[in-house]
């Protein structure tokens, strides 16, 4: 199985380019990101809602760069440069979108400069939140991934309904546990949670590229589930307007591009290959 990946696009487009070329210029905090990937998004949402000075530096992952390698051997993106000197000139990485985005809004707290904090207050709620948070690391995502690198085949594990209905469960108990009235997970705030699901609420519309559609059910048509998708629709609908997710989007042809490789299994990538080895996500 031969690797196409270092056929990507190079560069962001759109409103995401706009955005990269506004932070293009040197920082004391650097995000290396692809604008390809969910993962960088969530970074890049995060630093956005909170109006964090930084310096965007767009990196291919599949084409290691020596000097980026000597900052995260890993190779993966997002890393985060981060100053830990008080001069602000020695830098030290940071990489998992999860634990990035937790450290951003912990240290940039001044409401201010940075708005209010993406989780709560309350130390049962944070808690609570980071157990929906995993919930979408450790089902969604996964589930997203099944779902779109599903090949028919006789050496399949699974068929391609069986991969949509997993997948379409977990975004159910997602929407069962979020607040009933909305729009977003917690309420009227934005928060953490809504931002570690948003990159894939942008990318759902490739299961009708490339999957004969997603299988959530048009408006009245959701039987005994219906309230559980009005809910969602709900959400999708504030989360896909935020400023801060329209901002790091570039434009769908680039992204039907970039995951045609998912859709034919054919990608290189360290989470493709740990999908079809059944291991968790890198």
Not at 80 to 91: F, M, S, T, W
Request: include cysteine.
């Amino acid at each position: 199985m031969s690797s196409v990946d270092t056929s990507l696009h190079p560069h962001t487009s759109r409103r995401a380019a706009q955005f990269a070329k506004a932070h293009s210029t040197p920082n004391p905090l650097v995000l290396y990101g692809g604008w390809f990937c969910p993962f960088v998004q969530r970074t890049w949402i995060t630093l956005h809602e909170k109006n964090i000075p930084h310096q965007y530096v767009e990196i291919n992952p599949y084409e290691k760069d020596a000097e980026f390698l000597k900052l995260n051997p890993r190779g993966l993106v997002p890393t985060l440069a981060v100053p830990v000197d008080p001069a602000r000139k020695e830098q030290k990485p940071l990489y998992e979108s999860v634990v990035i985005c937790e450290y951003l809004d912990e240290v940039y707290t001044d409401p201010t400069e940075h708005g209010p904090s993406l989780l709560p207050a309350n130390a049962y709620e944070r808690a609570r939140c980071r157990i929906w948070i995993d919930h979408i690391s450790g089902r969604i995502v996964p589930a997203f991934y099944r779902f779109m690198q599903h090949q028919h085949s006789d050496l399949s594990p699974y068929t391609l309904d069986e991969a949509r209905a997993e997948f379409l469960h977990h975004i159910k108990t997602f929407v069962q546990e979020a607040d009933p009235t909305g729009p977003f997970f917690l309420g009227d705030q934005f928060s953490m949670v809504d931002v570690m699901l948003a990159p894939w609420l942008c990318r759902l519309f490739l299961f009708d590229v490339f999957k004969g559609g997603l299988g959530i059910p048009a408006e009245g048509k959701g039987g005994a589930d219906e309230p559980v998708w009005q809910r969602w629709r709900r959400w999708a609908k504030a989360t896909e307007e935020r400023q801060s997710v329209l901002d790091t989007l570039s434009e769908r042809r680039q992204y039907i591009d970039a995951y045609r490789r998912y859709a034919e299994d054919t990608t290189q990538s360290q989470v493709a290959q740990a999908t079809r080895a059944g291991r968790r996500l890198p």
